[in-house]
């Protein structure tokens, strides 16, 4: 039997990286995802900032994120209604960042992993929504620590 895999929504920022850097982290959760270890999840809002930012600061590398999306069959979530956006509104005022975090509650994941410390990994304490936030990092410590736990 094999285990389930971990729900994963990721924010624009990791999409980012995972283009800039094939050796990060943000790249690893898409290896681990072709390999059937996590299930990985992104919002309409999600894939429209990467398109914009990927076209604006590294066109030319527009082509790998449409292959590492195919590759890690990444999954969409549906759009989050009004009344949504304004309640992920109380965590995080930022309009754009709202939107997204609604995304990702709508997605229902086990995490929620960005690189924003302005709007996100520096306020996850004060977040109530029942997912785990973090970095590339933090997941993939996570994934390891759950082979060695006996």
Not at 5 to 33: C, E
Not at 57 to 76: E, N
Not at 124 to 135: D, L, P, S, V, Y
Request: hydrophobic share 45%; proline share 6%.
């Amino acid at each position: 039997m094999h285990p389930k895999s971990l729900r994963v929504f990721l924010d624009t920022s990791v999409l980012f990286a995972a283009i800039l850097s094939p050796t990060g982290g943000s790249r690893r959760l898409f290896q681990l995802a072709e390999a059937g270890v996590l299930h990985l999840l992104v919002g309409p809002t999600v894939l429209r900032e990467a398109d914009e930012v990927v076209r604006r600061k590294a066109s030319s590398s527009r082509p790998l994120l449409v292959q590492l999306l195919d590759a890690a069959r990444v999954g969409t979530s549906l759009l989050p209604t009004k009344i949504q956006v304004e309640s992920a509104r109380q965590y995080v005022r930022y309009a754009p960042d709202a939107r997204v975090l609604a995304e990702a509650i709508c997605a229902d994941p086990d995490w929620f992993i960005t690189l924003d410390k302005k709007h996100f990994l520096n306020k996850k304490r004060e977040f109530r929504i029942g997912i785990a936030i973090g970095t590339p990092g933090d997941l993939i410590q996570s994934i390891k620590q759950s082979f060695y736990l006996p």
